[in-house]
């Protein structure tokens, strides 16, 4: 059987001119940011991608359809929807098969882009292994997909929400490049600074291309996380918000919150917590990880 799959004009026009285009991923309008600024900040990274010469393939399952980019009304009306699946690697077929729809994590889009042959991704934060992972086992399938489908993804790291040193050792352990991109220490998502050295440094979007190229041409799987530090203007040190996801944190465990739901819930108490400034600085990573994986995209057809 095909997979049914449906490009945008744009996306399929690109194709067609051999124009670089960038994956973005749909979870983070559904269950990542509120309404509307979901939407704005959906429209706002896609012009980014625009800017720096590529075009942006935002990527949902929409009624058993594949979409590989989406037109402005798919776009606005997913951002609205409500129960809107939250797709991974075990639920997209599924969702697929039985017509369905969801919005596409880190893990479902890199395996829907490398379907579509599109090699670079740019998202706010990959999932990781959460805090307490010794006795809940949740740890994102995110980290797997990242050691065997080969899609360069662009983050501010993993979200701050998570055991960093655990996620980055996981990382390690599946042999998925980190590479922190123009500073030396890994970013922790909201701040552009952790406490942790990164495996790898790489100061242009030429070298994260070839190595990606590399890995393909050497017949290593999977992708490559680029962690792209958010700007310094627009960061909310590590220490001030140590305590607000500590008490998000706390809250979950009260509350029960498990599985596809913890996420979700943290990413919105810290947003009231915070009084907006989370999300204004989610807002201005994702942009700049769009702005990096155009330049990416574009080294990589060269
Ligand atoms: N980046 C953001 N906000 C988000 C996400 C990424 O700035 O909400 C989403 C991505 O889709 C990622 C998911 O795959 O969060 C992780 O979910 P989980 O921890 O349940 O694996
Ligand atoms: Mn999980």
């Given at each position: 059987m095909t997979i049914p799959m449906m490009m945008s004009a744009e996306v399929a026009k690109a194709r067609a001119d051999g124009t670089p285009i960038v994956a973005l991923e749909s979870t983070i309008i559904t269950h990542g940011m509120p309404y509307p600024q979901n939407v704005e900040t959906a429209r706002l990274v896609e012009a980014d991608v625009r800017d720096g010469g590529a075009i942006p393939a935002t990527i949902a399952v929409i009624e058993g359809l594949l979409h590989i980019g989406l037109e402005a009304d798919q776009l606005d009306a997913l951002g609205q929807a409500q129960n809107v699946a939250k797709l991974s690697r075990a639920d997209m077929a599924a969702c697929i098969a039985t017509g369905g729809t969801g919005a596409t994590t880190v893990a479902a889009t890199m395996i829907a882009a490398h379907l579509a042959e599109i090699s670079v991704f740019a998202t706010g934060g990959i999932g990781g292994v959460h805090r307490g992972a010794e006795d809940?086992?949740?740890?994102?399938?995110d980290l797997h997909e990242l050691a065997q489908t080969p899609v360069t993804v662009v983050a501010?790291?993993?979200?701050?929400?998570?055991d960093l040193n655990k996620t980055f050792e996981v990382l390690e352990t599946f042999g998925v490049p980190v590479i922190a991109y123009g500073q030396d220490m890994l970013p922790a998502f909201w701040s552009a600074q952790s406490d942790m050295p990164a495996p790898l440094r790489m100061d242009t979007a030429d070298h994260i291309a070839k190595a990606q190229l590399t890995r393909t041409a050497m017949g290593l799987q999977g992708g490559q996380l680029v962690c792209n530090p958010i700007p310094q203007d627009d960061e909310i040190a590590a220490d001030v918000l140590a305590p607000v996801i500590a008490q998000a944190l706390d809250e979950a465990t009260a509350q029960n919150i498990s599985a596809k739901a913890v996420t979700p819930f943290l990413l919105g108490r810290i947003f009231e917590l915070t009084d907006g400034k989370s999300l204004t600085a989610n807002i201005a990573l994702v942009r700049n990880n769009a702005q990096l994986a155009a330049q990416i995209a574009t080294a990589m057809k060269i």
């Open positions: 809940s086992f949740d740890i994102s399938a501010a790291g993993a979200k701050a929400i998570l």
